[in-house]
């Protein structure tokens, strides 16, 4: 099984990386030894995105110990929620890798993204005028960690409508390959404030964080 990194982040919170090498059949298989046998839903018909979906929920098996079926509903928003286990959780995909976060009272966000040309191409569209100047210093390293951290505070916030280059906002840091940086999000009258954690790792960007409640 290609866990590509398991990392404890407190004892509230963990979050896993999968490097999705196997068949469908083989993830099937797979989900059917370790009790909770999985099928993919109809609707989805991509090989790709069928491996995706079970990926993650084999992860989740692991990571809720066997106590509670990976089961998976979303809200309105498209936010995803367990049907049966007392967890938040966040979930992100790219390239051959999947990835969920856990935690047991706050809400998650994750992000990983292994296509650094797909981020350039729709730049525009999400950076405010002080990002740009940030991400000149080096695009290649702090676009994705800018669009990473977008991401993510959205998926923590679960709902729809949100202008990223306006409503959510990086402040300036120093890029390294393993970091953390502050993230402003403007509501309609309220600010809220984010430390979120970013890793380079290989060939893809990882992004994460929580609920400052």
């Not at 979303?74 to 890798?97: D, N, R």
Request: proline share 4%; with cysteine.
């Amino acid at each position: 099984m290609p866990i590509h990194l398991h990392k404890k982040i407190n004892q509230h919170c963990e979050l896993a990386i999968w490097h999705i090498t196997e068949s469908e059949n083989e993830l099937l298989q797979l989900s059917e030894s370790k009790g909770y046998p999985l099928s993919v839903p109809d609707k989805i018909t991509h090989s790709r995105r069928k491996r995706e979906w079970l990926s993650v929920r084999i992860m989740l098996m692991d990571m809720l110990e066997g106590k509670f079926p990976p089961e998976i509903a979303y809200s309105e928003h498209g936010k995803p929620v367990l049907k049966k286990a007392p967890y938040h959780i966040s979930v992100s995909h790219s390239g051959f890798y999947s990835a969920v976060i856990k935690h047991s009272h706050k809400a998650v966000g994750i992000d990983i993204e292994a296509y650094f040309d797909k981020i350039d191409r729709v730049k525009h569209k999400f950076l405010s005028g002080d990002e740009k100047k940030i991400s000149l210093r080096h695009e290649q390293n702090y676009l994705p960690v800018i669009w990473g951290a977008k991401e993510t505070v959205y998926k923590i916030e679960g709902r729809k409508g949100v202008i990223f280059k306006e409503e959510i906002l990086c402040e300036d840091f120093e890029y390294e390959e393993k970091g953390k940086l502050k993230v402003k999000h403007i509501k309609q009258n309220d600010i809220c404030y984010y430390c979120l954690f970013y890793e380079h790792l290989q060939e893809f960007m990882l992004v994460y964080g929580m609920d400052t409640n």
